[in-house]
């Protein structure tokens, strides 16, 4: 790979690149001497830095195209990826480079910047006080569309086997992670959060048994339904809402400053599954399938309502008593789920429509 990265590092002329900006980047960061590279080829970081900013302008701009904000969220979603690849992987020594840091940072501004100016994001309330804050969360998702999402209720009464199947592969890559994103909360958390916090990773991780951990009940759920799962975990299914919802929890799970927003997310997200799920396993069983092939959703219907309590009332409610500030950081990060999570349904609902 490294004879093939700098060959195309080589050739590099004007202000194009050999491959998608985003396929270039995780060729790059797959290199084992990419501070070599760099150093070998200066002209390299400002067409990349160049690169990165024309796709932004094209993703995020006043004539933004869906194909260029795919392009910059897998380029982001690549970038991500070294945190959690194999330590001997070659991405993991890229890790943080600095080039490649910058250049993650640089995507992540822009992309934040248009989500609090172009989406709907409501302001924290005035009213709001460390004793209401849950409740306004609460509230928060009550009202937001996500919460009651049409594509539940087409799973629950219209899908086929084939469209169900295809919202299983969908929902792998972040499902598949979630183990990943407790352990990240609980990094640096605070003392009195670390108990509800470990709770949930006592849960994720199946109490301790490896057949129930809720990575291994998700494949079991996928091999039940003989559905293989590639490399990727089906990321290659995900439009840029999809990359987008993924991309958040990462957002917040690597950068310390958005810490926060993280705990909102992960909030957010306890709130919504249960009743959602429960849809999902009532469809579910309308095609044939078993309790033993749904204990993965099963499982999370029960054992959210208790953890969607836990983060309000043994997370949320002692950080924000502690530091006020973080209210705000935590409401960012709520809103933002929803919303990634909204777009990333009705973008699902069109695809699986499509399957006969």
């Known amino acids: 790979m490294e004879s093939s990265v700098s060959h195309n590092a080589s050739s590099l002329s004007g202000r194009f690149l050999p491959a998608a900006l985003d396929?270039?980047?995780?060729?790059?960061?797959g290199t084992m001497h990419l501070d070599s590279i760099f150093s070998h080829y200066p002209s390299?970081?400002?067409?990349?830095?160049?690169?990165?900013?024309?796709?932004?302008?094209?993703?995020?701009?006043?004539s933004s195209t869906d194909n260029s904000r795919k392009t910059i969220q897998k380029t982001l979603f690549w970038l991500y990826q070294t945190t959690l690849v194999d330590p001997l992987a070659p991405e993991s020594k890229n890790q943080h480079n600095a080039v490649m840091v910058t250049l993650r940072r640089m995507i992540e501004k822009t992309w934040l910047a248009y989500e609090m100016q172009n989406c709907c994001m409501p302001g924290l309330p005035l009213t709001v006080s460390p004793a209401s804050f849950s409740q306004h969360l609460q509230q928060l998702w009550i009202n937001h569309r996500a919460s009651e999402h049409p594509i539940y209720e087409f799973l629950q009464h219209q899908a086929s086997r084939a469209q169900l199947s295809y919202f299983f592969k969908s929902d792998s890559a972040l499902n598949l992670l979630f183990f990943d994103l407790i352990a990240m909360a609980l990094v640096g958390a605070r003392p009195d959060t670390r108990g509800e916090l470990s709770r949930n990773m006592w849960d994720e991780s199946g109490m301790g048994s490896d057949y129930f951990t809720h990575v291994n009940l998700y494949k079991s759920l996928l091999a039940e339904n003989l559905i293989p799962l590639p490399d990727d975990n089906y990321v290659h299914l995900l439009g840029w809402q999809g990359l987008t919802g993924y991309n958040l929890f990462l957002l917040g799970g690597i950068n310390r400053e958005h810490y926060f927003k993280?705990?909102?997310?992960?909030a957010i997200t306890e709130l919504l599954d249960p009743s959602q799920y429960q849809k999902l396993v009532y469809g579910s069983k309308r095609l044939g399938l078993s309790d033993q092939q749904l204990h993965y959703y099963t499982e999370h219907i029960d054992v959210d309502v208790i953890h969607a309590n836990g983060w309000l009332q043994n997370v949320i409610t002692p950080v924000v008593y502690q530091t006020p500030a973080a209210m705000t950081e935590i409401w960012i990060g709520a809103n933002l789920r929803l919303n990634t999570v909204d777009k990333y349904y009705d973008y699902l609902l069109e695809e699986v429509k499509k399957i006969n």
């Open 44 to 62: 390299l970081v400002a067409q990349l830095t160049e690169a990165v900013e024309t796709e932004l302008t094209s993703a995020y701009g006043d």
């Open 262 to 266: 993280l705990i909102g997310a992960l």
């Open 23 to 29: 396929e270039y980047i995780c060729t790059l960061l």
